[in-house]
């Protein structure tokens, strides 16, 4: 599943930011391919998360069941060493210069990541040995991998061993993180294992502490599960509570397949208006910006068949639908 798309270009005159971002870009699509229909494999894309004081601006980030993988964009298209001191150089129109190391920068980015995690780890992983032990992130698997253009030349043959192992072409990802992502390498192994309960706390977290401020309101950021009962003010980004369920008319809508026959159409809480309202995504879940009054409204449900107060919103392409505990599922939007 993919959470966030990276982020636009703010200076499209700079030739090199505009080549950064065409690689960056050609990443996500590959990793959209491979896992935007995965409900176990979780995908950020320009991920920016901030840890004692300390940033991590990671271009791409992988959370699965054994652990997670951090991915690091790198537009070359000349030719690239890594000597035995893992230094790296590149070359361009022929002329060769040093570089920073994008594996050490992985590194240090997955050490703010590890410790954010670290902190939060008893309200996000389960307690072990009947409750008795809290689980940690320490054993927790952590892949680093430079992906470079794939008109890039890399000159494999000095390169640290390691280094070899983690430098990358864009186009060769795909099959090499299916296989690092995939729960079949479980049963060859006793490495410890994320529940999918505790996946989607790991992902539902880490989109609440990206703080890139383009993300305030992206629609397209998604995840199955996510349950706030906020709404967000019209007239700012932060957020209030909202103190009841919004009030709901049933409408005939399109059926879910595989769905109970259970279709409903929410309405604005303060005008009514069931026409003009705009499903958006801000920092603390689904809201409908209503037209007519221009107030919001959060995507706060009941399930209409049962009461279920733990109904989930979740979002596919146009779609947004409700999931209650009881199995009842129905179109909102």
Same mark, same amino acid.
Request: glycine share 6%.
């Given at each position: 599943?993919?959470? %966030?798309?990276?982020?636009?270009? %703010?200076?499209? $005159?700079?030739?090199? &930011? ?6 960056? $870009?050609?990443? &996500? ?16 894309? *320009? ?11 990671? $271009? ?106 983690? +430098? +990358? ?44 401020? *383009? ?6 950021? %998604?995840?199955?599960?996510? *349950? ?21 008319? +049933? ?22 208006? $069931? ?21 919001? %409204? ?36």
């Amino acid at each position: 599943m993919i959470l %966030t798309s990276p982020r636009e270009l %703010t200076n499209p $005159d700079n030739l090199y &930011a505009r080549a950064g971002k065409k690689q960056e $870009d050609a990443v &996500a699509f590959y990793l959209r391919r491979a896992f935007g229909s995965a409900d176990d494999v979780f995908v950020f894309n *320009d991920l920016m998360l901030n840890h004692e004081g300390e940033c991590a601006q990671i $271009d791409h980030l992988i959370v699965h069941t054994f652990g997670f993988v951090i991915i690091e964009s790198k537009s070359i298209t000349g030719e690239v060493k890594v000597n035995s001191q893992g230094e790296w150089s590149r070359s361009y129109k022929g002329k060769w210069s040093g570089m920073p190391s994008p594996i050490i920068q992985a590194q240090l980015q997955g050490a703010i990541l590890r410790g954010l995690l670290k902190n939060n780890a008893s309200k996000l992983l389960d307690k072990l040995l009947m409750g008795l032990v809290q689980a940690g992130f320490g054993a927790r698997d952590l892949a680093i991998y430079c992906a470079v253009s794939n008109n890039a030349i890399l000159h494999r043959d000095n390169m640290p061993k390691k280094i070899q192992n983690q +430098v +990358v072409k864009a186009e060769a990802l795909v099959d090499l993180l299916k296989k690092k992502c995939s729960k079949a390498r479980g049963y060859l192994s006793t490495e410890p294992g994320f529940k999918l309960s505790e996946l989607k706390k790991i992902a539902e977290f880490l989109l609440q502490e990206n703080c890139r401020p *383009d993300l305030k309101d992206k629609e397209e950021i %998604t995840l199955s599960g996510i *349950d706030h009962e906020q709404e967000t003010d019209s007239n700012s980004h932060a957020p209030v509570l909202s103190e009841e369920p919004i009030s709901s008319v +049933v409408k005939p809508e399109l059926e879910i397949p595989g769905a109970a026959k259970i279709q409903s159409k929410v309405i604005c809480k303060h005008c009514a208006e $069931d026409q003009k309202l705009t499903p958006k995504y801000g920092k603390f879940g689904y809201y409908l910006a209503c037209a007519s009054c221009e107030k919001n %409204t959060a995507l706060k449900h009941l399930c209409f068949e049962c009461g279920e107060h733990t109904v989930k919103i979740s979002k596919r392409g146009e779609v947004y639908s409700a999931i209650c505990p009881g199995g009842h599922e129905y179109r909102v939007v």
